[in-house]
């Protein structure tokens, strides 16, 4: 142990360089170009807020996963309960100072951005169970002791983000949590009984939705009911990515995108916009990106020596996976409309930050793949 400590301490800054997964830095940094293209479609064709403010905070916010891909693994396992506990923090915050817009309360003002700290609970969260699951026994895992911590830290956020409200984020918050759990080894009964206490208590947890949430499900089971209303947004998504058939109209010849049919297409909705101008086979394109990114991700927790390190990296590969999936299958009328937006392509700084923090340790992972980690 204390021979491949120093090995890792000696590592020179070439090996650290040589050490990065580049398959996965170039499908990151492609997918982000794609997306300014995306974003510069969005605002008619021109350097206009959104692409610019995208561009800088692509560009920042890869920079920030590059430095923190040298950060020791031992620093994010060590750190992993405070970053947490911090993210908390900010979401206290948000119920007591938070910005309001459109009658939802889920940002801080911190005069150089508006942050929206659900974002990162979805990084922070799979940090801490990750750090709490690897010091656990596995004859510990399943009794109820060990087991009131996680169930305490994963509801204490969502609970929170809920009441924003954001149900969307906050459903992915948990997904991310219990996938955690999941892959450490918890027990399935469970999940059954945790699944089945939801399905009792949902007609309850219904009744304390907005009405716009409720909107929301009742759209997805019929969206062609409110067609200028409700539905209208799933129905030109629709249309937007039918019309788009297998080639695509066009780059900056979306008719659905620019003649405004299309509302919020900068954010939850880019992947609708994009398979409008690119067709069947450009959205392939970004699928293919995206699979890449989580096969990287997968690999990278199979080299990684420290259990730590491979519950992270597979937590967050499914974790990724989910919000892609979601994303898509929100903007194809596959799921009703949850405010989730896609990785790295949407408009948001606190998205793209999220992402690129998750992104930053799990190459850390990779470049410290044989540090032990107590």
Partial sequence: MYRSRSIQSSLSLKDKILSIDYILVCSIFILGLVSIL????TDGGEFKYHTNS??????VFFA???VFSFIQIRFWHSQSYLIYILIFLLLLGVKYFGLTSSGSKRWLDLYFMNLQPSEL???GLILFLAKYYHRTSIENLNSLKYLFLPVVVLVAPVLLVATQPDLGTSILIAAGGLTVAW???VRVKFFTFSGLAFLALLPIAISFLKPYQKSRILTFLNPEKDPLGAGYQIIQSKIAIGS???FGKGFLQGSQSYLDYLPEKHTDFIFTLFSEEFGFFGSLLILLLYGIIVWRLVLIGNVTRSDFGKLYCYSFATAFFIYVVVN??????????VGSPLPIMSYGGSSMMAIMFGLGVAMSCRVYKDTPVN
């Fill in 38 to 41: 995306a974003m510069y479609s």
């Fill in 54 to 59: 995208h561009i800088l905070r692509f560009f």
């Fill in 64 to 66: 920030m996963f590059l």
């Fill in 121 to 123: 609970m979805k990084i």
């Fill in 183 to 185: 892959l450490a080894g």
């Fill in 244 to 246: 788009g058939g297998l």
């Fill in 328 to 337: 898509m299958m929100m903007v194809l009328g596959l799921l009703p409309i």
